[in-house]
């Protein structure tokens, strides 16, 4: 559960009863408490959760900001270990002059955010944009996918980008919250009653992309849950027979 005790089936279906999407997917269920004890599945329900969020927060902002698959998007090449060059791949993009010449939303949207986080986290270098590492939450603490979060603040920052966590849910690390604090890295949370588009992912898509997301989760979050029931009994039926 990202902390240092263990959750019965009231503390898990209260944590996630509390938190907006989780309660819009249906993770809020005894069915998923019981894979969690069951270790069998739900690992795969995260990373898919994750990978849907991602996509959508790309069409967001291509369809918000007008802006092409390949302008919503950016990479950047890095040395590894034993100096193969690689390629990293982040998930977003909001350049300010791409969006200039697009022409379908304004872009002091996008500016007038920049200059409140600038001040937010006192970053004095002029930027350009905003680069977006997106995930449907962040429970962990590995060291490894942290270093790779800075190394891409590191790189963003060199190219006159703001360094943006997105997370879509209220999920994440309080060590891992204040390290990338810290450091600069600007987390967005997934929460919904705040109404700061520097604090909250559905206060930046509802202010800045002009797009309510909690309204497209609540108008589908029927469908959503009995998705998930679906999945979720398949995938204890099958561990029951293993």
Avoid: C
């Avoid at 819009?24 to 019981?34: Q, R, T, V």
């Avoid at 700061?196 to 309204?215: D, I, K, M, R, W």
């Amino acid at each position: 559960m990202g902390g240092k005790t263990g959750a019965d089936l009231g503390t898990f279906i209260q944590a996630y009863e509390a938190d907006p999407l989780y309660h819009w997917i249906g993770f809020d269920s005894p069915l998923m408490f019981a894979a969690h004890k069951a270790a069998g599945g739900m690992t795969s329900l995260y990373r898919q959760l994750g990978i849907g969020t991602e996509r959508l927060f790309r069409t967001i902002l291509m369809d918000s900001f007008g802006l092409t698959e390949e302008e919503a998007n950016w990479e950047y090449a890095y040395t590894k270990t034993d100096d193969a060059t690689a390629t990293r791949y982040l998930d977003g993009r909001l350049d300010v002059a791409l969006i200039e010449k697009a022409g379908k939303r304004d872009s002091a949207f996008v500016t007038d955010w920049l200059q409140d986080v600038s001040e937010k986290l006192n970053i004095s270098i002029p930027l350009k944009g905003a680069v977006f590492e997106v995930r449907e939450g962040y429970k962990s603490a590995d060291s490894k996918r942290q270093n790779a979060d800075l190394e891409n603040l590191a790189n963003a920052m060199k190219s006159g980008y703001l360094m943006t966590m997105v997370l879509m849910s209220m999920q994440i690390n309080n060590n891992v919250y204040r390290r990338y604090k810290e450091n600069g890295l600007l987390v967005l949370v997934g929460d919904v009653s705040n109404t700061n588009p520097t604090e909250s992912t559905y206060a930046f898509l509802n202010q800045v992309a002009g797009y309510n997301l909690a309204g497209f989760f609540e108008r589908n979050t029927s469908r959503l849950r009995e998705t998930t029931t679906q999945i979720l009994e398949q995938l204890l039926n099958q561990k029951a027979q293993q």
